[in-house]
C-alpha cells in the first residue's frame, strides 16, 4: 500500500518562560512514512513528542522546520482534512452539549445532510459503546472514559480514510480498553489506516503492525513490530518453567541455554518451539514436572525500555 503519511525532517521548537526567550525542543528531527491500511502505534514515554508530532500533522501548531504529506497532499491542505479524522488526548467538548447535538454539529461542519448526519451519529455512538441512555445527557456529566468514547465518535463522523488517536485508550477501564480496541480492529478491517499514539503496550503488542518510538523528539526505532521484536528478543522464544529439578542437571545438557533457578523450580529459554520436545523429554529423565510454556512475552517491554530510557 502507498504512503498515507510522510514526514520529513521535522522540528518543533516551544518558546517558553519571560519573553518566551527559552526553547523547548519537543520534535526533533522525525522523518518517517506510514503505508495504508494498517494500525501504526506512535510510541514513547511522557513528553517524547507523540502529541506535538500529532498537532503538528493536524495543523493545529507549526513545524518550526521540516514538513510532512498527508493522503499525498501538504499538511496544510484543506481539502486533505475533510478525508481524515482526529481524536485529541484527553477530548475537551463544549460541556452543554450532549453526545448527539456534538456529533451533528461536527457532521454540520462536513456537510453531511440532516438525514444522514442522524444515522451516523447513532451507528458511532453505539459502535464506541456508549449508551443510548447518555446520547442526551450534557458531556459535563461525563466521565473521562465516556468523553474518550464520545471522541472517538466525533473523530469517525466524516466516514475518513485515516484516523489520528492520541492516546485513545486512556481514562478507560479493561472492559473499555477491549472494547475500543476492538473498534479499532474493525477500522483497519474496513481498510481504514489508524495512526494511534499510546504507552499502554499491552495494545501495542494487540493491535499494531508497524510502530516508531520517540525519545525526547527523536525517532529511537521504528519499523515492523514483528521485525523490531525478534530482532531484539534474538533467538529466545519460549520460557520453559520446570519443577522438581535442579538447574545444574538441565545446563549439562543445554550448555547454551538461558537457565535460572527460580524459587522451588528452573526456568529455562529456548529458541525456538522445536527444542520444546528436547527439554521436557531431558527433565523427565530426571524427575522434573512441567509447570509452564510460555512465549516471552516481556520482549515489546525490554524494547520500549531499551529505546526510551525508561
Ligand atoms: N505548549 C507547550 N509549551 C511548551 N512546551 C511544551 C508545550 N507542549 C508540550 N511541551 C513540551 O514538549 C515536549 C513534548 O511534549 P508532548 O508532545 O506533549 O509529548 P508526549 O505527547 O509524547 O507526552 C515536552 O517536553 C513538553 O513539556
Ligand atoms: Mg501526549
Avoid at 76 to 89: A, K, L, Q, T, V
Avoid at 244 to 258: N, T
Wanted: glycine share 10%; aromatic share 8%.
Amino acid at each position: 500500500m502507498e504512503n498515507v503519511v510522510q514526514i520529513t525532517d521535522l522540528v518543533k521548537d516551544y518558546e517558553t518562560g519571560f519573553f518566551k526567550k527559552k526553547k523547548v525542543r519537543a520534535v526533533d528531527g522525525i522523518s518517517l512514512t506510514v503505508s495504508g491500511g494498517q494500525i501504526f502505534g506512535f510510541l514513547g514515554g511522557n513528553g517524547a513528542g507523540k502529541t506535538t508530532t500529532i498537532k503538528i500533522l493536524m495543523s493545529l501548531l507549526y513545524p518550526t522546520s521540516g514538513n510532512a504529506q498527508i493522503l499525498g497532499s501538504d499538511i496544510s491542505d484543506f481539502e486533505m482534512h475533510r478525508r481524515i479524522g482526529y481524536c485529541p488526548e484527553n477530548p475537551y467538548f463544549y460541556d452543554y452539549l450532549t453526545p448527539k447535538e456534538l456529533l451533528s454539529y461536527f457532521a454540520e461542519i462536513f456537510g453531511i445532510s440532516p438525514a444522514e448526519s442522524k444515522k451516523r451519529t447513532e451507528e458511532l455512538l453505539t459502535q464506541v459503546g456508549l449508551e443510548e441512555k447518555d446520547w442526551n445527557k450534557q458531556l459535563r456529566k461525563f466521565s473521562k472514559g465516556m468523553l474518550q468514547r464520545v471522541g472517538l465518535a466525533q473523530s469517525l463522523i466524516n466516514d475518513p480514510e485515516l484516523v489520528f488517536l492520541d492516546e485513545p485508550m486512556s481514562g478507560l477501564d479493561p472492559i473499555g480498553r477491549r472494547e475500543v480496541r476492538e473498534l479499532i480492529a474493525s477500522l483497519r478491517d474496513q481498510g481504514k489506516t489508524v495512526f494511534m499514539s499510546t504507552h499502554i503496550l499491552s495494545d501495542v503488542e494487540a493491535l499494531c503492525d508497524e510502530v516508531a518510538i520517540l525519545r525526547k523528539g527523536k525517532l529511537a526505532a521504528n519499523g515492523r513490530l514483528d521485525d523490531l521484536l525478534t530482532t531484539h528478543a534474538g533467538d529466545q522464544a519460549f520460557e520453559i518453567t520446570l519443577r522438581g529439578i535442579a538447574a545444574e542437571k538441565l545446563s549439562e545438557a543445554f550448555a547454551d541455554a538461558d537457565i535460572v533457578s527460580r524459587g522451588h523450580g528452573v526456568t529455562l529459554r529456548v529458541s525456538d518451539e522445536s527444542k520444546i520436545d528436547t527439554v521436557l523429554a531431558e527433565a523427565r529423565k530426571h524427575g522434573g514436572k512441567l509447570t509452564s510454556v510460555q512465549p516471552t512475552k516481556q520482549s515489546l517491554e525490554e524494547l520500549f525500555v531499551s529505546k526510551t530510557g525508561e
